[in-house]
């Protein structure tokens, strides 16, 4: 029984179980449990009356001095036995599927996570419903955890590229010029003529500050910049000129006064969400302007980042399978701290991301 074979199809038809019943009993079976019950005590109240008034008149004939009361009570009590005996095989038959769809959430529960809810012959269309719902619940959820692995591996590996490109930028810039600086020092501490000291002196300049550019350079790349020393609007400012320098993207920057209103966690998840948007803008939008605001809205701080471009069908990309991590990621990253992030945006009108930041600390447990 615990192993009913698994023969869901989600294309199949809705009353088409897998079953060797006979075309009329599976039809029968699948009368809604309210018809069921309905037609079973129907038929129990008019076999019941029409045997009870055969057998009472039969035997007032047969036995004209006996207990007519006795006799009666006693056909009234086997016909409330019958009745509830009826009643009960119904519903317990009706009901399987619930048992089917209970065992099958505690075999999920215990990690077996692709089990489905199996099609039932007794099943009515509600509780068909149910099951194909449930079943579909599931589904959402097992696409849900995929993504989020997809995500973890993608920040992983992501992490591991980085860490790659600083070895590569200090192995072959910065320990190159140091090198570099060694032999000029040691040119300059053997020289004697003061005339060529002064070009090896500049050389010498100029190859610490570019290792020191070399190194500022890590360091913002590794963290947002002046997330800390600034405060999260002068950082998106200054993100938001980058862009406009390096990709020609005009941004504009609405913004209340946070300072010191977000925990520094929902700062940097706030500060990751816009820098998702606006390279989204660069990479994808073909726009002209983007426009990013913050504004406090009952107790919470909204966060939009629009653009005029192409736009895109936002619930097209996130169901194709690999697509849509960088949203995703600022969902979930949204979700961490409490908040949440909607895309709006159709193909032709531009894009608007909006995310709400809690002020406070509401993480969920
Ligand atoms: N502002 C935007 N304008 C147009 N298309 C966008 C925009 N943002 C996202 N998209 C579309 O949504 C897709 C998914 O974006 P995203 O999840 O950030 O992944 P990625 O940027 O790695 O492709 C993009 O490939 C692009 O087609
Ligand atoms: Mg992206």
Known sequence: MDDAPETDEPNAAPHAPPSRLPG???????????????????????VGTLFGTLVTAR???????????????????IGIAVTLLVN?????????????????????????LDRRAPV???????????????????????????????????????????????????????????????????VVRNS??????????????EDVSRALEGIRRFARGLRPP???????????????????????????????????????????????????????VVRHARATRATVTLA??????????EDDGRGFDPDNVMSTEGGGLGLFGMKERAGYIGGRVEVASTPGTGTRVRAEIPLHDETPE
């Open 88 to 112: 009960a095989v119904i519903l317990r038959v009706a009901l399987r599927p619930l048992d089917d769809l209970e065992r099958t959430a505690a075999r999920v529960q215990r990690g077996e």
């Open 296 to 305: 406090h809205e009952r107790g919470r701080l909204v966060v939009t980042v």
């Open 120 to 186: 039932s012959p007794v099943a009515d269309r509600e509780l068909e419903r149910l099951r194909r719902t449930f079943n579909a619940m599931l589904d959402t959820a097992a696409a849900y955890r995929t993504r989020l692995r997809e995500v973890a591996a993608r920040a992983l590996s992501a992490a591991e590229e980085e860490r790659k490109r600083i070895a590569r930028e200090l192995h072959d810039e910065t320990a190159q010029m140091l090198a570099a600086l060694l032999i000029r020092i040691r």
């Open 226 to 280: 002046a997330l800390d020393e600034l405060g999260l609007v002068p950082a998106i400012e200054g993100h938001a000129r980058s862009l406009e320098e390096i990709a020609g993207l005009k941004v504009e920057l609405r913004a209340d006064d946070v300072a010191g209103d977000l925990p520094p966690e929902a700062e940097l998840a706030t500060y990751r969400i816009v820098q998702e948007a606006l390279s989204n």
């Open 24 to 46: 009329s009993v599976r039809a029968l079976l699948r009368i809604p449990l309210f018809y069921k019950i309905l037609i079973a005590n129907a038929v129990l109240v008019l």
């Open 59 to 77: 035997f007032v004939r047969d036995e004209p001095g006996a207990s007519l009361l006795g006799f009666t009570g006693l056909l009234a009590l």
């Open 192 to 205: 004697r003529d003061p005339a060529q000291m002064e070009p090896l002196l500049d050389g010498m300049r």
